[in-house]
C-alpha cells in the first residue's frame, strides 16, 4: 500500500550577517518549531531574497521572516520591503540592538512591521518563542490564503489563451501552463473530457475544468471577488488603475464604505510596465505588477472592496444617489462616483494585424509573453515611455529589439532617463519616421512590412513578435449622454467645463464644479481619463487621492 505524501511544511526563514547569531536563531527555532515548519536561514539579504524566490517557484509557502536590522549592503528593513513583495502573507520580525529600537519602531509603518525583538534573546522560551507562537497563530487565521495552481490547458499561438495567461498573471494567481500537443496537456484534457476542439481549458486548484471560460467566470472559481456585498456604498471608483487604487485607499482609509470595480486587472498600463524608475520614493525602480500589488493589497487592509471582471455599461443619476449599472443587467449605489477607467492603446489600423492579435501582435506589454520572447528578433510600436520600459524588459533575453515611432525621435514623448537607456542597449534600435504597413503570417507572427514616412519606401522584415503602445483611447463610451466629454472621449471636469464662467448646461447647483467634479455633481473624474491629464503614475495617484478630499467636500454639503 502506498503511504500518501505528507504535505510540504511551511517555512520560518532567518537571515543575520554574523554566522554565529544566524545558526543561533536558526537552532532555537528549529528546537520548538522543527518538526512542524521547516527552517531555512541566510547570511545576507540577497542570499535570502534568493532562497524566498526559489521557496515561491517550488509552490511553498513562508509563515514568519525574522531580519537582523544591521547588515551590510541591505539592512534588515531594506530586505523585509522586497520580501513582502515575494511573501505579502507573511509575518515580518525585525532583530535589534537596543540603541536601534527607533528605527525599528519607524519600520512598523514602513514595511507594516509585525514584531521587533531585541538582541540577545535568551531565554527563548520567554522572549523568542511566545512572540513566533502569536505570529504563526495569526498567519493560520489571516486573511491570507495559500493557494494552489491553476492548469492552463491551450494552443500556443492562440489570442484567447494568451489572454488567459495574462488575466491570470495581472491578477496575481498562481497558474501552470501545458501546450495541448504536449503529453501532459494532452493528460488533462483527457482527464476533463475534452478533444482539444475547445481551448484553453483552465482547471482550478480544487479540479474544476472551466472550457473557454470568459475572464468573470474564471475571476468566480479563482478567489477574485466578483459579486459586491451591498447594494449601497459611500462611494464607488470605477477602474483599478493608479487613479483608481489611489482612491480606494484615501477612500477607505477616510471612512467611506468603499468598492472599487475592475473590468479586467487592477493596475491599468501602469501595472504592465516591467519596471517604474520615476515614481517617487523607489530609487531603483518598482515593476507595475509590484507597485500594483502593494496598492491592492493597502486598499484592501483598510476595507475598500475589489471587484474584479466587472463591466460597468451605465451611469443613472435617482435623487441623492448614483447608480452604476453592469453588463449583466446588476447595479449597485453610493452617494459618489469616481471615473478612473484610465486609457486602452489603440489599435494598429495595418492589414494583417487583427487576425495576428495574441498570436505574435500584442497590445501592451503582454509579460507573460517576454520569455518567449528570448533569442528572437521583436518590434516595438509606440515612442512614450510605456513602449520604452518594454523595450529595456525584452532587450534582456531577445536577439534584437526595433523601436518604430512615426515622429523624428523619441525626445517628443519618452522620459529622457529611458532615452538614454535606449541608446546605451547594444540590441536596441530605434527607427524614427517608421510605421507598419501590413503584418504576415500563417498561425503567428512571421514578417512585417515597414514603410518609410517621408520616402514610402517600405521593407519586408523578418518579425515573431510585435508589441503596439499607441496613443490613449478612454474607455469612456458607456457614458455618452451622462458624461460630458471632450471630441476625444476624454471627461471634461473642472474649470475646463467653464471656460467662460459659466456653469455647463443642466447644473442646478448654486456652486461651479469642482476642481475634478464631471457635469454630474457628486461624480468625479480621476487619471489619464480626464481631459489635459498629465499621462503620468504619480499624478494619477495623486488626483485619486484629491478626488477622495473633493468628495468628502461634495458630501458634507448635500
Given at each position: 500500500m502506498t503511504q500518501a505524501a505528507s504535505p510540504a511544511r511551511t517555512v520560518i526563514l532567518t537571515v543575520d550577517d554574523d554566522p554565529g547569531v544566524s545558526r543561533a536563531v536558526a537552532r532555537d527555532l528549529r528546537r520548538r518549531y522543527g518538526e512542524e515548519h521547516r527552517i531555512v536561514r541566510a547570511e545576507s539579504g540577497d542570499a535570502a531574497l534568493d532562497a524566498l524566490r526559489e521557496l515561491k517557484l517550488r509552490g511553498d509557502q513562508v509563515a514568519v521572516i525574522l531580519a537582523d536590522y544591521r547588515m551590510?549592503?541591505?539592512?534588515?528593513?531594506e530586505f523585509l520591503e522586497q520580501a513582502i513583495?515575494?511573501?505579502?502573507?507573511?509575518?515580518?520580525?525585525?532583530?535589534?540592538?537596543?540603541?536601534?529600537?527607533?528605527?525599528?519602531?519607524?519600520?512598523?509603518?514602513?514595511?507594516?512591521?509585525?514584531?521587533?525583538?531585541?538582541?540577545?534573546?535568551?531565554?527563548?522560551?520567554?522572549?523568542?518563542?511566545?512572540?513566533?507562537?502569536?505570529?504563526?497563530?495569526?498567519?493560520?487565521?489571516?486573511?491570507?490564503?495559500?493557494?494552489?495552481?491553476?492548469?492552463v490547458v491551450g494552443h500556443r499561438w492562440s489570442a484567447r489563451s494568451s489572454g488567459v495567461r495574462e488575466f491570470l498573471a495581472r491578477n496575481q494567481v498562481p497558474y501552470r501552463w501545458y501546450s495541448s500537443d504536449t503529453p501532459e496537456g494532452e493528460r488533462l484534457l483527457k482527464a476533463a473530457g475534452q478533444d482539444g476542439q475547445r481551448l484553453p481549458l483552465v482547471i482550478t486548484p480544487e479540479g474544476t475544468p472551466l472550457v473557454e471560460p470568459d475572464d468573470h467566470d474564471i475571476a468566480a472559481h479563482v478567489g477574485l471577488a466578483t459579486t459586491p456585498t451591498s447594494e449601497f456604498y459611500d462611494l464607488v471608483v470605477i477602474g483599478g488603475g493608479p487613479a483608481g487604487l489611489g482612491s480606494a485607499v484615501y477612500g477607505a482609509s477616510e471612512g467611506l464604505r468603499t468598492v472599487l470595480v475592475e473590468r479586467s486587472a487592477t493596475g491599468g498600463q501602469a501595472g504592465q510596465s516591467s519596471r517604474i524608475e520615476n515614481y517617487l520614493g523607489f530609487p531603483d525602480g518598482v515593476s507595475g505588477a509590484q507597485l500594483t500589488d502593494r496598492a491592492r493589497r493597502q486598499a484592501a487592509k483598510f476595507g475598500a472592496e475589489i471587484l474584479t471582471a466587472r463591466e460597468v455599461t451605465g451611469l443613472e443619476v435617482t435623487g441623492a444617489s448614483r447608480t452604476i449599472r453592469f453588463s449583466d443587467g446588476s447595479s449597485i449605489s453610493a452617494h459618489a462616483v469616481i471615473l478612473a477607467t484610465g486609457v486602452s492603446y489603440r489599435q494598429l489600423d495595418a492589414p494583417g494585424l487583427d487576425d495576428l492579435t495574441g498570436c505574435g501582435v500584442f497590445y501592451g506589454s503582454a509579460l507573460t509573453e517576454a520569455a518567449a520572447c528570448q533569442g528572437h528578433d521583436v518590434y516595438i510600436v509606440g515612442g512614450a515611455n510605456s513602449a520604452?520600459?518594454?523595450?529595456?524588459?525584452?532587450?534582456?533575453?531577445?536577439?534584437?529589439?526595433?523601436?518604430?515611432?512615426?515622429?523624428?525621435?523619441?525626445?517628443?514623448?519618452?522620459?529622457?532617463?529611458?532615452?538614454?537607456?535606449?541608446?546605451?542597449?547594444?540590441?536596441?534600435?530605434?527607427?524614427?519616421?517608421?510605421?507598419?504597413?501590413?503584418?504576415?503570417?500563417?498561425?503567428?507572427?512571421?514578417?512585417?512590412?515597414?514603410?518609410?514616412?517621408?520616402?514610402?519606401?517600405?521593407?519586408?522584415?523578418?518579425?515573431?513578435?510585435?508589441?503596439?503602445?499607441?496613443?490613449?483611447?478612454?474607455?469612456?463610451?458607456?457614458?455618452?449622454?451622462?458624461?460630458l466629454r471632450d471630441g476625444r472621449g476624454f471627461i471634461m471636469a473642472g474649470p475646463d467645463m467653464t471656460p467662460d464662467g459659466q456653469p455647463p448646461r443642466g447644473w442646478e447647483l448654486d456652486r461651479p464644479p469642482y476642481h475634478l467634479e464631471t457635469n454630474v455633481p457628486g461624480v468625479f473624474v480621476a487619471g489619464d481619463a480626464r481631459a489635459e491629464s498629465a499621462k503620468r503614475v504619480a499624478s494619477a495617484v495623486g488626483e485619486g487621492a484629491m478626488a477622495v478630499m473633493l468628495v468628502h467636500r461634495y458630501l458634507e454639503q448635500s
Open positions: 551590510p549592503q541591505m539592512d534588515g528593513i513583495d515575494v511573501f505579502p502573507g507573511a509575518r515580518r520580525v525585525l532583530l535589534t540592538a537596543y540603541a536601534d529600537t527607533n528605527a525599528a519602531i519607524d519600520a512598523i509603518n514602513v514595511i507594516d512591521l509585525d514584531h521587533y525583538l531585541l538582541k540577545p534573546w535568551d531565554p527563548p522560551e520567554e522572549k523568542l518563542y511566545p512572540v513566533v507562537d502569536d505570529l504563526l497563530d495569526a498567519w493560520r487565521v489571516s486573511d491570507y490564503k495559500p493557494v494552489g495552481a491553476c492548469k520604452g520600459q518594454a523595450a529595456m524588459y525584452l532587450a534582456r533575453g531577445a536577439k534584437s529589439v526595433t523601436i518604430l515611432v512615426r515622429g523624428a525621435s523619441l525626445a517628443a514623448s519618452m522620459s529622457h532617463y529611458l532615452i538614454e537607456q535606449i541608446e546605451n542597449a547594444p540590441n536596441i534600435t530605434v527607427r524614427p519616421g517608421t510605421v507598419v504597413e501590413s503584418a504576415h503570417g500563417g498561425d503567428h507572427l512571421e514578417q512585417l512590412t515597414l514603410r518609410d514616412v517621408e520616402s514610402g519606401h517600405t521593407e519586408l522584415v523578418d518579425a515573431q513578435w510585435l508589441f503596439v503602445f499607441i496613443g490613449a483611447a478612454p474607455l469612456t463610451g458607456w457614458l455618452d449622454g451622462t458624461v
